[in-house]
């Protein structure tokens, strides 16, 4: 079964630490994503990334990095984290043509 | 304005009943899919329906895609308390693109 995978469900994290949020997919797609969703916003595009190396700037990026060196991994930074970044971040994948597929998402706390 | 929006933002139903969610949209799409949240969860893919078609379905799912009003509408029909859940529509970002949007969905709560 294909799968994207986050590697953490929860995460607390103090105001100013770095985070990073880890995504890896098995599906060799070439499309990849980080959202933000929060109650009533919908979710929100920070970063994708059409490539190994290749990263585009989506709705939100402030406050963000990604990394992309492998095409089956990409990761999401929080450079210094801060309260309002406290969210559910969801990576997601795809391949052009086919569905995007989630992962189960990370739920973030900043405190 | 955005480029998809569900109606309802809320839908409170009895078991057995069906539940309707409306999409409606803003550009030209060759396709346009619907996904499901579970609360906490990541979305998953329901289903897809391509321009050319006008109804589809998929089990207890019918879907069906009105070009010329830029709107969509998800049926799930005899419900059950398992179907609750949020429902996305998700139209390409923008005429052309490969990128989907995904707005604030639809809660769909069934009572047992």
């Known amino acids: 079964d294909v799968k994207v995978t986050q590697s953490s469900r929860y995460l607390v994290k103090r105001t100013g630490e770095k985070v990073f949020l880890e995504c890896v997919q098995d599906?060799?797609?070439?499309?990849m994503f980080w959202y933000r969703q929060d109650p009533g916003l919908g979710l929100r595009l920070i970063y994708f990334?059409?490539?190994?190396?290749?990263?585009e700037k989506g709705d939100i990026p402030e406050g963000y990095s990604v990394s992309r060196e492998k095409k089956e991994r990409f990761s999401l930074i929080l450079e210094s984290a801060s309260t309002n970044q406290t969210s559910m971040y969801l990576c997601?994948?795809?391949?052009?043509?086919?569905?995007?597929?989630f992962g189960s998402g990370t739920r973030l706390t900043v405190v | 304005s955005q480029q998809g929006e569900e109606d309802p933002q809320a839908l409170s139903i009895q078991e057995g009943e069906n539940a309707t969610m409306n999409c409606s949209y803003k550009?030209?799409?060759?396709?346009l899919q619907w996904y499901r949240q579970n609360s906490g969860r990541g979305l998953v893919h329901l289903i897809l329906?391509?321009?050319?078609?006008r109804e589809k379905h998929s089990g207890r799912l019918r879907v069906t895609l009105d070009t010329s009003k830029k709107s969509s509408s998800l049926l799930i029909t005899a419900s059950r308390a398992a179907d609750t859940a949020s429902y996305f529509c998700a139209p390409p970002l923008q005429t052309g693109a490969n990128n989907l949007f995904f707005g604030t969905g639809t809660r769909l709560t069934v009572i047992p």
């Open positions: 329906i391509r321009s050319n078609e």
């Open positions: 997601a994948s795809f391949r052009q043509g086919l569905s995007y597929t």
């Open positions: 550009t030209s799409i060759n396709n």
């Open positions: 599906m060799d797609h070439e499309n």
């Open positions: 990334s059409y490539d190994v190396k290749m990263k």
